[in-house]
Nanobody, 124 residues
């Protein structure tokens, strides 16, 4: 079992940067695919990025490609989402989630464990 805690959200101006962290507790963190999702008010939760457990392959939704970078540090049991050139449309609650089976997916039903989320607000 894995427990996930997100941090690093906040208020940032358009064009700014934030780094989100997803800290895990529990065993065999390195076995889990980790995904980042976000949910804006009135919208469905959508997949943003995912990093595999086997070879650290990374995947991004089209709207964040070239701006966001996902990475993992298995020794620290932490996954990061570095976000650059933030836009108002990136405003959302960001969640990380863990999938014990993989492969990387943006299907919410594939994920077994979820964090509570961290708010990201992009506004001038």
């Amino acid at each position: 079992q894995v427990q996930l805690v997100e941090s690093g959200g906040g208020l940032v101006q358009p064009g700014g940067s934030l780094r989100l962290s997803c800290a895990a507790s529990g065993s065999r963190f390195d076995y889990y695919v980790i995904g980042w999702f976000r949910q804006a008010p009135g919208k469905e939760r959508e997949g943003v990025s995912c990093i595999s457990s086997s070879d650290d392959s990374t995947f991004y939704t089209d709207s964040v490609k070239g701006r966001f970078t996902i990475s993992r540090d298995n020794a620290k049991k932490t996954v990061y989402l570095q976000m650059h050139n933030l836009k108002p449309e990136d405003t959302a609650v960001y969640f990380c989630a863990a999938d014990a089976l993989g492969p990387c997916s943006f299907a919410r039903s594939e994920y077994d464990y979820w964090g509570q989320g961290t708010q990201v607000t992009v506004s001038s």
